[in-house]
């Protein structure tokens, strides 16, 4: 069984993949199956060269990982060729991370006995990804769980599969048949894999899929990273730089990052400078050139649908440039809404794409309560000259990872990972490797 997939710049098809059924599913998680024993009875040193032979093949094969994703994303080689650098570097921080991983308690801590604690891999895990980073995300999950010695079959969305199943070809490769296979196919073949028999499923998408797989996980470990909407207080004091860098994170891969900016709010006083500032500063980008189309129609439908709903008593738009061919392509411009309600469809849904809406607050206590006022607690940013005021309203702040007079800036070694309706979990960081271990603690009577 064959998908036709659909170049996001031009909205042509550009070719097909296969969709798994049960049986694809079986013998993947079969396969992944037979060969934990092998990798996960490696030292970690053992399997950390296997994994910077695999960043090195990426690394060496840069453009053809550039080609593949911008493939299906339809994003410009100035995001994607930074995107498979960070993966190079995800794998090799996870190689490194795993040897230096310490037990939490050893030694003489019961009289007349020695203890010690074994972080143990799950042993096969289900790794679902999204097609804002097919890649990306795919290490995000993958690196740690292979570092911590599990076999992982992992499914790319539908209309991405392009970079994940030429990574997986390369693990083949390089780490050995079954530790890292690729499970293309739609969402059905996403519910077959988590209702497999795996040990573990690592699932990143929305609310709704999410609360979906931790029901067909049926009570097996699950990691959920389930969307943002995340706020971006801006003071009165905020850095001259703030409007260009908050229009450059809401349009970095078109808005369709969990932790993009999407609610500005600032205080009455100051509310009309920042419209008229970020009017200024979006209109500055231009898709196109500075950044790609949306991913897929049913993400075109839903972006025109909430700004059709919106009630903002102002929108200031930019404008769309596409390259020739591409008219057809689902492109859309970035935008910035004003005077709307805090109700707003536009304020409490995840938009998902270049929108920026405004929000104004009496004084700073009603900012923080306003941006607590939806679900998602994934990520946040505070724009002020004052250290300590910023880094008072970071810590007040409900989100997983807060940024003060930037956004969007992350690293191998720091975590992220949601809170409420964005899921739970770490990613990132040497924190993610016990999220793919558990824990046995071994006594002995001297």
Not at 191 to 199: K, M, T
Not at 266 to 278: A, D, G, I, M, P
Not at 382 to 411: F, I, K, P, S, Y
């Amino acid at each position: 069984m064959q998908t036709t997939l659909v170049d996001p710049r031009t909205g042509r098809d550009r070719g097909t993949a296969p969709v798994g059924r049960e049986s694809e599913a079986r013998s993947a998680v079969a396969a992944a199956r037979a060969a934990l024993p092998g990798w996960r009875g490696l030292t970690p040193a053992q399997r950390s060269r296997r994994l910077e032979r695999l960043a090195a093949r990426v690394e060496e094969h840069a453009a053809a990982f550039v080609a593949a994703e911008a493939a299906g994303t339809g994003k410009p080689d100035s995001e994607t060729a930074g995107e498979v650098e960070q993966v190079a570097d995800l794998l090799r921080f996870y190689a490194s991370a795993v040897r230096a991983q310490t037990v939490p308690a050893a030694g003489r801590l019961v009289d007349g006995h020695e203890s010690w604690v074994r972080w143990e891999p799950l042993g096969v895990v289900g790794v679902v990804v999204p097609w804002n980073y097919p890649l990306l995300m795919a290490a995000w999950r993958c690196a740690p769980a292979l570092a911590a010695g599990n076999t992982v079959v992992a499914k790319p969305a539908e209309t991405t599969p392009d970079s994940l199943l030429l990574l997986a070809g390369h693990a083949a490769e390089t780490l050995g048949p079954g530790v890292l296979t690729a499970l293309a196919g739609d969402r059905r073949t996403g519910r077959l894999l988590v209702e497999a028999d795996v040990d573990m499923v690592a699932f990143t998408g929305s609310a709704a899929a999410g609360a979906d797989v931790a029901a067909r996980a049926a009570g097996r470990r699950v990691s959920l990273e389930l969307g943002g909407n995340a706020p971006a207080l801006v003071l009165p004091d905020a850095p001259d730089d703030t409007w260009d860098r908050l229009a450059a994170a809401c349009t970095y891969n078109t808005g369709q990052s969990c932790a993009a900016p999407a609610r500005v709010i600032t205080l009455r006083s100051n509310y009309e400078h920042v419209v008229e500032r970020l009017a200024a500063a979006i209109r500055e980008r231009l898709a196109g050139r500075d950044f790609g189309p949306l991913n897929n129609p049913d993400q075109v439908a839903r972006y025109d649908g909430i700004v059709a709903a919106s009630a903002a008593g102002r929108t200031f738009a930019a404008d769309i440039a596409p390259g020739p061919g591409e008219e057809n392509g689902f492109w859309r411009p970035a935008r910035v809404l004003a005077d709307l309600p805090d109700d707003d469809p536009a304020v409490v849904e995840e938009v998902f794409g270049p929108l920026l809406t405004v929000q104004r607050a009496g004084d700073p206590d009603a900012a923080v309560a306003l941006a607590g006022g939806v679900p998602q607690a994934l990520a946040a940013s505070v724009w002020t000259r004052d250290l300590a005021t910023g880094l008072e309203l970071a810590g007040r702040l409900n989100a997983g990872e807060v940024w003060l007079n930037c956004h969007l800036v992350q690293t191998a070694e720091l975590p992220h990972g949601g809170r409420g309706a964005s899921g739970h979990g770490t990613d990132l960081s040497t924190l993610a490797l016990p999220e793919y271990q558990r824990p046995k603690t071994v006594t002995a009577r001297l």
